[in-house]
């Protein structure tokens, strides 16, 4: 059964690996959906008083992740780029997944005028950010000196804290920073790297990674903490705000989508694929 339970955690980060690499795409609302979303920032926020027990929660969650963004990093991207309209209702259904759970755990607390403005500020925030974000059209090998290292340690901080926040894509911010295309296109040759052992090129892309990854714990690492405290000591705003993101999330999924070429067979796909995100979500989430 204990094995049962770590495979099924694995999975979960394998999910949360993937939505956390697709712009438009929230790993946190994804873990959310999933039922992982507490877990995680408990075990992140415990770390200090009892690191081998979160070392141990983390573990599996972190193995799904780097499969997920490591190795089905490139069966997604393909399919974003072939079958963008399926590929968005499967993320849809994933998310959608998780909504009757976190419906219930909000219903506990009253709604007032400063929950719904709480949603509606959430809600727009990401309707904001997916209307107005740049091409990040920038590629090409990071520069190695100490400024551009610099930079990417600060970028890992920012997309690591926007990860760990419900409703906001990551990559989304890493587009609008310009950052996105360079670091996953170095992290896609430090797989292929990795998988011919070239040494060469796995440390050229190990050296701009290093600092991003940096980054990206102590990142998650603080806006853990402000999350585990908006939960404590403002929990009904925290929830309403999380169902604005929620509920934003299908604009930002399928703002570049275009629904012009739209035939039968892809619709029917799409229904399918939406209806299967659904389920896998709500099973993963009862584990």
Same mark, same amino acid.
């Given at each position: 059964?204990?094995?049962?339970?770590q495979l099924?955690?694995?999975?979960? !980060?394998?999910v949360?690996?993937i939505?956390?690499i697709?712009? !438009?795409?929230?790993g946190?609302?994804m873990?959310?959906s999933i039922?992982?979303?507490d877990?995680?920032?408990?075990?992140v926020?415990?770390?200090r008083? @009892?690191?081998?027990?979160?070392?141990?929660?983390l573990?599996?969650?972190? #193995?799904?992740?780097?499969?997920g963004?490591?190795?089905l990093?490139f069966v997604?991207?393909?399919?974003?780029?072939n079958?963008?309209?399926?590929?968005a209702?499967?993320?849809?259904?994933?998310i959608?997944?998780?909504?009757p759970?976190?419906?219930?755990?909000a219903k506990?607390?009253?709604?007032r005028?400063?929950e719904?403005l709480?949603?509606?500020?959430m809600?727009?925030?990401?309707?904001?950010?997916?209307?107005?974000?740049t091409?990040?059209?920038v590629?090409g090998p990071?520069?190695?000196?100490p400024?551009s290292?610099?930079?990417l340690f600060?970028? !890992?901080i920012?997309a690591?804290?926007t990860?760990?926040?419900?409703g906001?894509?990551g990559?989304?911010?890493? #587009?609008?920073?310009?950052?996105?295309n360079?670091?996953?296109?170095?992290?896609?040759?430090?797989?292929?790297?990795?998988?011919?052992l070239?040494i060469?090129?796995?440390? @050229?892309n190990f050296?701009?990674?290093?600092?991003?990854? &940096?980054?990206?714990?102590?990142g998650i690492?603080?806006?853990?903490?402000?999350?585990?405290?908006?939960?404590?000591?403002?929990?009904?705003?925290?929830?309403?705000?999380?169902?604005?993101l929620?509920?934003a999330?299908?604009?930002?999924?399928f703002?570049? &989508?275009?629904?012009?070429?739209?035939?039968?067979?892809t619709?029917?796909?799409?229904?399918?694929?939406?209806?299967? !995100?659904?389920y896998?979500?709500m099973?993963?989430?009862?584990?």
């Amino acid at each position: 059964m204990k094995n049962n339970n770590q495979l099924f955690t694995i999975l979960k !980060g394998i999910v949360i690996g993937i939505a956390n690499i697709i712009p !438009g795409v929230s790993g946190g609302t994804m873990a959310i959906s999933i039922g992982a979303y507490d877990e995680l920032i408990g075990a992140v926020n415990n770390m200090r008083k @009892d690191w081998k027990k979160s070392f141990f929660t983390l573990l599996p969650y972190g #193995i799904g992740m780097v499969l997920g963004i490591g190795l089905l990093s490139f069966v997604i991207e393909s399919a974003m780029k072939n079958y963008p309209f399926v590929t968005a209702s499967l993320f849809l259904g994933l998310i959608l997944g998780g909504v009757p759970m976190l419906v219930n755990k909000a219903k506990a607390y009253q709604v007032r005028v400063p929950e719904v403005l709480s949603f509606v500020l959430m809600a727009g925030l990401i309707v904001l950010m997916t209307f107005t974000k740049t091409s990040d059209a920038v590629s090409g090998p990071f520069s190695l000196d100490p400024i551009s290292l610099f930079l990417l340690f600060v970028v !890992g901080i920012i997309a690591a804290a926007t990860m760990v926040i419900p409703g906001v894509s990551g990559s989304m911010v890493l #587009i609008l920073l310009g950052y996105y295309n360079r670091i996953l296109e170095t992290l896609s040759n430090f797989i292929r790297g990795l998988l011919s052992l070239n040494i060469n090129v796995i440390l @050229d892309n190990f050296i701009p990674l290093f600092p991003f990854g &940096i980054g990206v714990l102590i990142g998650i690492a603080l806006v853990a903490k402000l999350i585990e405290w908006l939960f404590e000591n403002y929990p009904s705003l925290t929830y309403a705000g999380i169902i604005g993101l929620v509920a934003a999330s299908p604009v930002a999924i399928f703002s570049e &989508i275009s629904f012009s070429s739209l035939g039968i067979f892809t619709v029917a796909a799409s229904i399918l694929a939406l209806a299967s !995100g659904f389920y896998i979500a709500m099973k993963l989430g009862e584990k």
